[in-house]
DNA sequence: TGAAATGTTGGGGCG
DNA sequence: ACGCCCCAACATTTC
């Protein structure tokens, strides 16, 4: 216990939003001095969509229940995170501050400006590393360089020393015996107003560090993980972790899932694979760092001078899943009713845009940023990129999926195109994925009338193709 | 972590 | 028996 005047310690959470493998609130229950937890929330620069915000509130609410049931209290604010903890320190007499580093770039200015804040005050500042498997920066090429190809990326990190081992919930956590002036979650203003569009965010999602540990379980029960290679190509089965989100809001570390899997699962090419995919995670963090504008700008400077169309009306299209390509419809109405789209049907609704509509990546993956929970800066804009061919190790550009043979084979029976898009449920597996190729009696059993219950494509992929490879020559010419 | 076009091969039908 | 054509199956190349 801390003796009464010892000045108190911050424990500033971010996207860290957990006890489990929490190096900063370990640090700081160590000091044996009092903690004060705070989350500031920045509206101005927290960058988060609607999805991310609602997360976000359930996510906050998981963490204060957490932290009260050790007695102490979630101090929460809004405003610019280093005044916020300026005057913290002034109103409680703090002089340290402990927090877990967020390795991108707009977090890692702000850490360095809170450090520059609070340096010159006195304060101590101690970040930790705890978002990544492997510390920020520190996979490099021989030459000392950063990696711009995937699988050299990773084969040098399974050659590094394994990932630390997670960090146990403390025991007990002293808090300030005096009380400090916060505001409600609510108070933040996170969830939807007016029209609640988050119903089936609710019904498919437990945000907070509970959530993320139960959905980990599930994955590792029942021998998932053990068909991940295969399965998780597969949209109509539950075939991937879906633990995006959790990961995306820190409720659970990379390392406890790295962990976890290593010590219960059996080898094989699931565990592998699914490994690797953490892998992405780690590359994509270490391209933003290196290349912070990735989310504006092309790695492949030549793609500046792609010739993108401007059409509102087809992104509009693409947006409410109204496209006429049942696999891409689908991924985009599951996106908009549940804050998520499986990795694969991403994939193909991406290339869509890019490739079919001729549309900029750049406004697809705002899209994605505002409507996934899971959004990452750093996982979005590099798959981005990855789609459209001008990132690192991409997909070359004219790598265009056929959005009707990507259906056909990764949903086969039409599982999936019939759950997000409920107007075609009735058309046979043979038609599902192109329903304008339907004998006019097989529509009309399946009561559907193209072009009024569901759109006729609205462009036809031969042809698109064919525009999008002219348009790559015409850039690479230039 | 493609798709489509083009090339090659080999078996069977047939004159 | 032989060559020819057809074409499916597979392989390679091209975009």
């Known amino acids: 216990m801390s003796e009464p005047g010892l000045p108190p310690v911050l424990l500033w959470f971010r996207s860290d939003l957990r006890l489990a493998d929490n190096p900063a609130l370990t640090a700081a229950v160590l000091s044996e001095r009092p903690v004060i937890p705070v989350f500031i929330h920045d509206d101005d620069q927290s960058g988060l969509g609607g999805a991310s915000r609602w997360w976000l509130h359930h996510s906050l609410k998981a963490l204060s229940r957490d932290i009260g049931a050790f007695g102490t209290t979630l101090v929460v604010r ?122 089936g965010l609710r019904a498919v999602w437990t945000p907070g560090e509970r959530g993320a540990q139960e959905r980990l379980t599930d994955f590792l029960e029942d021998g998932v993980i053990e068909s991940y290679d295969s399965d998780r190509d597969r949209p109509d089965r539950e075939g991937t972790s879906r633990l995006g989100p959790h990961l995306a809001f820190g409720e659970i570390s990379v390392r406890t899932v790295w962990h976890a899997v290593r010590t219960l699962c059996a080898p094989g090419s699931g565990v592998t694979r699914f490994l690797t995919e953490l892998g992405w995670r780690e590359f994509c963090h270490d391209l933003l760092l290196h290349h912070p504008d990735m989310a504006e700008h092309p790695l492949r400077p030549e793609f500046r001078n792609f010739p993108w169309r401007s059409d509102p009306e087809a992104f509009r299209a693409w947006c409410r899943g109204r496209t006429g390509y049942p696999i891409v419809d689908a991924g985009m109405r599951q996106l908009w009713q549940t804050g998520w789209m499986h990795n694969r049907v991403r994939m193909i609704a991406a290339s869509f845009l890019i490739k079919h509509l001729l549309c900029p990546w750049q406004d697809g993956e705002r899209w994605f940023r505002d409507t996934l929970v899971d959004a990452d800066a750093a996982n979005n804009a590099a798959g981005w990129q990855w789609v459209a061919g001008c990132g690192a190790d991409a997909a070359p550009f004219f790598r265009i999926f056929n959005p009707v043979l990507q259906g056909e084979r990764f949903d086969p029976d039409g599982t999936y195109v019939r759950r997000y898009v409920p107007e075609l449920a009735e058309v046979p597996a043979q038609w599902i994925h192109k329903p304008w190729n339907a004998p006019p009696k097989v529509l009309g059993a399946a009561q559907v009338k193209l072009g009024a219950d569901y759109p006729l494509p609205m462009v036809d992929h031969t042809r698109a193709r064919a525009l999008a490879m002219s348009a790559f020559r015409a850039m690479s010419r230039s």
């Open 78 to 199: 809004r405003g610019d995170a280093p005044t916020v903890l300026g005057a913290l320190i002034e109103e409680t007499g703090a002089d340290t501050l402990h927090f877990n580093r967020v390795p991108r770039p707009r977090e890692t200015r702000q850490e360095e400006r809170v450090a520059g804040l609070l340096g010159r005050r006195g304060s101590a500042v101690h970040g930790h590393d705890a978002a990544l498997l492997f510390e920020p920066r520190a996979v490099r090429t021989q030459a000392g360089g950063n990696f711009k190809v995937f699988t050299a990326f990773w084969k040098t990190c399974m050659a590094m020393p394994e990932p630390s081992r997670p960090l146990p919930v403390p025991k007990a956590l002293t808090g300030w015996p005096r009380s400090v002036r916060g505001i409600d979650v609510e108070a933040l203003g996170l969830l939807p107003t007016g029209v609640d569009w988050a119903g």
